[in-house]
């Protein structure tokens, strides 16, 4: 079972001071300055959890992937635009090879 101490710290709004776990309000009350900033403190924690590139960095931008190109397509012969036409009218598509409009 754990102490109260262990859930304090657990909790983590505080530091160790000389070996002795302190809250941040006890630490303010007896004027003792945080080694981290609350900033610092959850900027550790995301990237303990989810890992260093967690966080957007401006300064440190990630970089861009290049974007295959696309394959050329070869021109389409009369008899294949005959077919798109009448494909389209009857409502055919690649998975519905028989065509209905629905009605």
Excluded: C
């Excluded at 530091?15 to 610092?40: C, L």
């Amino acid at each position: 079972m754990k102490t109260f101490q262990q859930f304090q710290e657990e909790g983590s709004h505080g530091e160790k001071v000389d070996g002795k776990f302190m809250s941040y309000a006890t630490m303010r009350a007896k004027g003792i300055k945080p080694k981290q900033t609350a900033v610092q403190k959850t900027r550790k924690d995301i990237e303990d959890r989810h890992g260093k590139g967690a966080i957007y960095d401006p300064k440190n931008p990630p970089k861009s992937q290049s974007k295959p190109k696309p394959k050329t397509q070869k021109p389409l012969s009369a008899a294949e635009k005959a077919q798109k036409e009448v494909d389209a009218r009857y409502g055919r598509t690649p998975w519905n090879k028989k065509g209905s409009l629905g009605t």
